[in-house]
């Protein structure tokens, strides 16, 4: 059983650009949330998705939005990308419960804005 | 609003020393509680959690125990061996919320 994926393991974007995350849930998990963690600080919680709506937002301006498909799979899409935003992206999922047992984290999506 | 606040590191020890990294929360209500372990270029594992006022939680040898009275989850192991070394994260769930708040994280070095 394959536990959460995402895609790509690293990649480098120049300033303005823009970028897009990939992550697969881990199977039979409904709900999938984004955090970025910056070099030796802990995750800050973006958003959360679930039914394909966005249930939950942390503090992080609109230039970072999402989206969650029907076989629950996700985006994290990042426009006008700054040096600030450089910085490992990691993707959790779970089964819209609130026991923190069945979150899962993916081994996240390094990015690198120059 | 809810907030981690954990020892900074990095903690060095000798194998099969004592290890604590201490961790206190602000939150309201009563949260749940969990320590997270990241290994050099890895994902977030979970190490353990607990869930209400007094509860211990333990896994691989590493215990930790949810004191509501001091707002703290200290994380505790007897005796470290040089595969701890990692990053350890404390975090909680707020009542009624799915989502996780982290500690800036506390770097643990082990050396033989």
């Known amino acids: 059983d394959a536990g959460v994926t995402q895609s790509p393991t690293h990649l480098i974007k120049t300033r303005g650009q823009q970028v897009t995350l990939r992550c697969s849930p881990k199977?039979?998990?409904?709900?999938v949330s984004w955090y970025q963690q910056a070099l030796g600080q802990g995750p800050q919680f973006i958003f959360q998705?679930?039914?394909?709506?966005?249930?939950q937002r942390g503090n992080f301006p609109d230039r970072f939005s999402g989206h969650q498909f029907p076989n629950y799979s996700s985006e994290l899409n990042v426009n006008a990308l700054l040096l600030g935003d450089s910085a490992l992206y990691l993707c959790?999922?779970?089964?819209?419960?609130?026991?923190?047992?069945?979150?899962?984290f993916g081994e996240g999506s390094w990015l690198t804005v120059v | 609003g809810d907030s981690v606040t954990q020892m900074e590191g990095p903690v060095t020890l000798s194998e099969e020393a004592f290890l604590t990294i201490n961790c206190t929360y602000t939150?309201?209500?009563?949260?749940?509680l969990f320590w997270y372990v990241q290994y050099p270029g890895e994902g977030l594992q979970l190490l353990l959690k607990?869930?209400?006022?007094?509860d211990k939680g333990s896994n691989k040898g590493f215990e930790a125990t949810y004191r509501k009275e001091t707002t703290s989850f200290h994380l505790e192991k007897g005796s470290v061996q040089v595969s701890d070394s990692a990053v350890y994260f404390c975090?909680?769930?707020?009542?009624?919320?799915?989502?996780?708040?982290f500690g800036k994280g506390t770097m643990l070095l082990v050396s033989p």
């Open positions: 998705y679930y039914e394909e709506e966005e249930r």
């Open positions: 959790a999922s779970s089964q819209g419960g609130t026991d923190g047992n069945t979150i899962y």
């Open positions: 939150a309201t209500g009563y949260p749940s």
């Open positions: 607990a869930t209400k006022a007094d």
């Open positions: 975090a909680l769930i707020p009542s009624g919320y799915s989502t996780l708040t």
């Open positions: 199977s039979g998990h409904d709900t």
